[in-house]
């Protein structure tokens, strides 16, 4: 089956969200979902720097990742850890499959089921993207040292449980 023509991800309109000298921000310096959101946007244009024409967005990024290190992932467990539907889960898995990155195999244990691996090709994307993502990634983070990174990343985790 040949892919479908798609154009590029890019994101919509998505610019830092500077702080302007001046301004008072009332409530909004007191909400962590203010302070949330501004980061996840540098965050955000940062993937996007570091997967430039590469066609994933961060949720097939996540979903590449985790299908490599659990290689036989169901794609209703895949759905849960991205917080979609099973019906996205194959959606996604399509997508994957029709770019020669995911297979689909039998399940040795229950032959009813299908797991999802990476391709040869599969992997190799994962590597490349993953190399660039960390760096921007802690390129994007130095502003924290070391602990302060570990504390953000503990107390994140935390928020979202």
Known sequence: MTP????PYR?????????????DYGVLDELLGYALRRAQVAMFLAFHAATRGQDITPPRFTALVIVGANPGISQTALGNVL???RSGAMVL????QARGLIAR??????????GLHLTARGERMVRSMTRKVVALDRRRAAVLNGEER???LS???KLAA
């Open 11 to 23: 994101p919509r309109t998505l610019a830092p969200m500077q702080r302007v000298a001046g301004l």
């Open 83 to 85: 917080g979609i539907a």
């Open 4 to 7: 479908k023509p798609t154009a």
């Open 155 to 157: 107390l994140l985790n």
């Open 105 to 114: 195999r039998r399940a040795p244990d229950d032959r009813r089921a299908w």
């Open 93 to 96: 898995t399509d997508w994957f």
């Open 150 to 152: 570990r504390q953000l």
